[in-house]
């Protein structure tokens, strides 16, 4: 059966992306400080369709099993516009569900990515993912209030966060605002890194 989950780098303070976020500085330009785990790793190029990496070790491992159980993602409209002029064509290799206001003809890529656009809530962004993933989990990719909205709504089975050791100062928080009763959590798995700490969490509805 499939499980809802999110898998995302954080700062030590808090913060999934920094200020200014635009197509033209995505994240708020704090990708590197976050994201340098990822960046050291074969895996983490493979499969975004481009070479690069220093090893393949336990984190390329972690970064291998996320994409192998993702069946469908679902972000919102302002991730997919930091994306799009970036991301390489086949990026996702399944279909990827947009929360927008906008009205827009589904993307087909060459390959098996097809970006569709919801514009009627998570729901309908959910019902339509979970019929992609046929089994296989549902990825909340972000941003931080898309990822908010479906903890609120008591959606999360699962999440895996990466916590890099940097003090933004600013920025974007992953769980501002989240309802802190809606959950009971538990620590399922502690993995510890060179450059992050990885904490994966199941979330149990009250």
Do not use: C
Not at 100 to 116: A, I
Not at 186 to 201: F, G, K, N, W
């Amino acid at each position: 059966m499939s499980k809802i989950i999110f898998d995302s780098g954080i700062s030590l303070d808090g913060f999934f992306a920094g200020d200014n976020r635009s197509p033209g500085n995505p994240m708020g330009g704090v990708s590197p400080k976050i994201h340098q785990w990822m960046f050291k790793q074969k895996a983490f190029w493979k499969h975004i369709n481009m070479e690069g990496g220093e090893e393949y070790g336990a984190d390329s491992e972690l970064i291998d099993d996320v994409f192998a159980r993702t069946g469908s993602y679902i972000m919102g409209k302002r991730m997919f516009e930091e994306g799009e002029v970036h991301w390489k064509e086949d990026l996702y290799k399944a279909d990827v569900y947009v929360l927008t206001h906008e009205k827009r003809e589904p993307w087909v890529q060459k390959g098996t990515t097809t970006f569709y656009f919801i514009n009627d809530g998570i729901q309908s962004a959910l019902e339509k993912a979970t019929q992609s993933a046929k089994g296989k989990d549902i990825r909340i990719q972000g941003g931080a209030d898309t990822i908010q909205q479906f903890l609120n709504a008591g959606l999360v089975d699962e999440f895996f966060i990466h916590v890099a050791p940097v003090f933004l100062g600013s920025g974007i928080r992953l769980f501002d605002g989240i309802d802190k009763d809606k959950y009971d959590l538990q620590i399922v798995e502690v993995v510890p890194s060179d450059l992050t700490t990885h904490l994966r969490y199941t979330l149990t509805k009250k």
